[in-house]
């Protein structure tokens, strides 16, 4: 016999209102090559902390980037998160507003031996690399026309993790990740005028590859929490097609990627009594980054910091959170200027009175590049939305038969 909970039930109908949100797309300017922002595969509550560099004690939060926090799942849980963005990209001489929702990341965790070890499988979308270009022309003999530039796609993740609760001090987990994905890069040459042919060329790019990723959280005073996470190089196989105008020049071949590894560091502080400060850093040196065509000259190192702050009222359902991030992407402009992301979130939620089940939201607004720095500067607002649930299962034996 199974025994469900309120917050279980609540979890699994939100999980069928996020599935209907369009797949992980996303509009900023700044997303090229799987180098540009990272897609935010946390939950709400993470994500008003400061975002995936945030380590959380919470036996509902297994949408989180460090694998060792799933110990802290004790029944079967069930998490998903989503959000609503608006990007408005710019430039002095180009403007373009994009609202799309998208859904980011899941996850259904039990636990094993005892309560001893923790499982989970899920879902999360991993990287941004949408955007669109028009660049005007004029032939040698006066025939105006664009060049037009348009990337979509993305990759994404399936998750499986294991995590070991070693007792009161100390959590250890580690991760292995299925990664897939589709890169579409489109060319178009489009002239001005009737009876013009415009050229075209399309080229796509399927991508595959396995992740490994491991963490540890430790607990060396009661009111103070320390995590570290380490993701791993993956090394994409591509498969590349391309078409043209002229069909006799398509053609299919294979390549290789890898991106570099990643290091994350965390630690929370609580300071009084409902009052916890979260502090977070990232660092990832994509000078190691290999293929794609991207020019290595361009490449450099991306680097995260944030800092969040959380209160709750004694006996509250509603905690109020607020955070400030920076990061420093990992590539640079054509001519070497580098890009920085600015963002200030706040959040709250509610907790369900059985303690077994938790709706987060927050609300960020961000800032990455700058017209007057880097050219360009897309201005996001984002609403981030998800939901867990958790529940004890068990079998009754009815009887022989």
């Known amino acids: ?6 917050g279980a039930t609540a979890a699994i109908a939100c999980v069928a209102l ?33 975002g995936y560099v945030q380590t959380v004690d919470d036996s509902l939060g297994i949408l989180q980037y460090n694998p060792a926090m799933l110990a802290w799942a004790k029944r079967v849980t069930f998490a998903a998160s989503g959000y609503v963005t608006r990007d408005a990209n710019q430039s002095q001489d180009y403007e373009r507003v994009v609202v799309e929702s998208k859904f980011s990341a899941l996850g259904f965790a039990f636990p094993l031996f005892k309560k001893a070890l923790t499982a989970s499988v899920g879902y999360r979308g991993r990287y941004d690399p949408d955007g669109e270009f028009s660049v005007p022309g004029e032939t ?10 348009e990337r979509a796609g993305g990759t994404w993740a399936v998750p499986i993790t294991v995590a070991a609760d070693l007792g009161r001090y100390a959590k250890v987990g580690g991760t292995f990740s299925l990664e ?8 178009l040459t489009d002239f001005a005028g009737t009876n013009t042919a415009d050229a075209t060329s399309e080229q796509i790019r399927e991508v595959r590859g396995t992740g490994f990723g491991a963490g540890v959280a430790v607990r060396p005073v009661a009111s103070v929490s320390i995590g570290v996470a380490y ?29 570099p590894e990643r290091w994350t560091a965390s630690a929370s502080w609580r300071v009084l009594r409902g009052f916890t400060v979260y502090a977070g850093a990232s660092l990832c040196d994509f000078t190691k980054f290999e293929g794609l065509d991207f020019p290595p000259e361009r490449l450099t190192e991306e680097r995260m910091a944030s800092f969040g702050l959380e209160y709750r009222f004694k006996g509250a359902r509603f905690p109020i959170r607020a955070s400030a991030s920076f990061e420093e992407l990992g590539y640079t402009m054509p001519d070497g200027e580098k890009i920085s992301r600015v963002a200030l979130t706040l959040g709250s939620g509610l907790i369900f009175r059985t303690g077994r089940g938790k709706l987060d939201m927050a609300l960020m607004f961000a800032q990455v590049g700058s017209v007057d720095t880097n050219t360009y500067e897309d201005q996001q607002v984002r609403f981030y939305i998800s939901i867990a649930g958790s529940e004890t299962w068990s079998t009754k034996r009815e009887g022989r038969y």
């Open 180 to 187: 897939r994905g589709t890169i579409e890069n489109r060319w």
């Open 231 to 259: 993701e791993a190089e993956i090394d994409y196989d591509v498969d590349v097609t391309e078409t043209f105008t002229n069909t006799s020049a398509d053609t299919s071949y294979e390549e290789t990627m890898q991106q």
């Open 18 to 50: 996020l599935a209907m949100a369009r797949a992980p797309r996303a509009e900023s300017i700044f997303g090229m090559n799987l180098l540009g922002e990272r897609f935010d595969a946390v939950d709400a509550r993470v994500a008003a902390l400061g």
């Open 140 to 149: 040698s003999s006066g025939d105006d026309y664009s060049d037009v530039f």
């Open 1 to 6: 016999m199974r025994r469900a909970s309120h």
